[in-house]
């Protein structure tokens, strides 16, 4: 059974950096695409950022672009983000998710009906 738990959230000023860790503590995500949400108070979950299961694809929201960068590490089932230039409005819950599809080969998704395993979440606050 996957099991994913995220890490690394925190309280930051404006400006500021943060990483975030997924580990799948299951071992079966690096033969999958592994994805980054966040939700804010009263909003819906958005997506963030996915990585290819290789790493040699990704693909992010346009409000985070140039701003994190997500990566991983097969070898320990890690997925990575990691949060630069941090705003105010990056103040959510962030859920790291893994793909449906084994070993996708085609878009990755940034819907979450095409994420079938979810961790419960870390919180990121960013104050102005």
């Known amino acids: 059974q996957v099991q994913l738990v995220e890490s690394g959230g925190g309280l930051v000023q404006a400006g500021g950096s943060l990483r975030l860790s997924c580990a799948d503590s299951?071992?079966?995500?690096?033969?999958?695409?592994m994805a980054w949400f966040r939700q804010a108070p009263g909003k819906e979950r958005e997506f963030v950022a996915v990585?290819?299961?290789?790493?040699?694809?990704?693909r992010y929201a346009d409000s985070v672009k140039g701003r994190f960068t997500i990566s991983r590490d097969n070898a320990k089932n890690t997925v990575y983000l990691q949060m630069d230039s941090l705003k105010p409005e990056d103040t959510a819950v962030y859920f790291c998710?893994?793909?449906?599809?084994?070993?996708?080969?085609?878009?990755?998704?940034?819907?979450?009906?095409?994420?079938?395993?979810w961790g419960q979440g870390t919180q990121v606050t960013v104050s102005s």
């Open positions: 998710a893994r793909d449906i599809a084994y070993r996708r080969a085609y878009a990755l998704g940034s819907n979450t009906w095409q994420y079938d395993s």
């Open positions: 299951a071992r079966t995500s690096s033969n999958y695409a």
């Open positions: 990585i290819s299961w290789g790493g040699d694809s990704t």
